[in-house]
């Protein structure tokens, strides 16, 4: 969260890891990888919605989180199975 640059690399290779551990072929590794997705929005909006309301009000705050989940639920779900059927494709099951 720092290193905007950092945290979607990590991200990245988070997915990449749980679509090569949960094994299953392709639709498993990207329903997972999705889900890795959801998480990550919610504890993204969470941040958002606190930094938000200590900085600008509750207005402000509950926008930020609110936006947070609906754009992060599409984006980080999609880039989650994306990554994650990778993942699984490099495991070879």
Not at 52 to 66: D, N, P, Q, S, Y
Request: charged share 0%; hydrophobic share 65%.
């Amino acid at each position: 969260m720092v290193l905007p640059g950092w945290s979607i690399i990590a991200y990245i290779i988070a997915t990449l890891y749980v679509g090569y551990a949960v094994g299953g072929g392709y639709a498993n590794g990207a329903a997972n990888g999705a889900l890795v997705g959801v998480v990550a929005s919610i504890i993204g909006a969470i941040l958002a919605l606190i930094i938000g309301t200590a900085i600008a009000g509750l207005a402000a705050g509950l926008a930020a989180g609110i936006v947070g989940v609906i754009v992060g639920i599409i984006i980080l779900g999609i880039v989650g199975a994306i990554f994650g059927a990778i993942g699984a494709a490099i495991k070879g099951e």
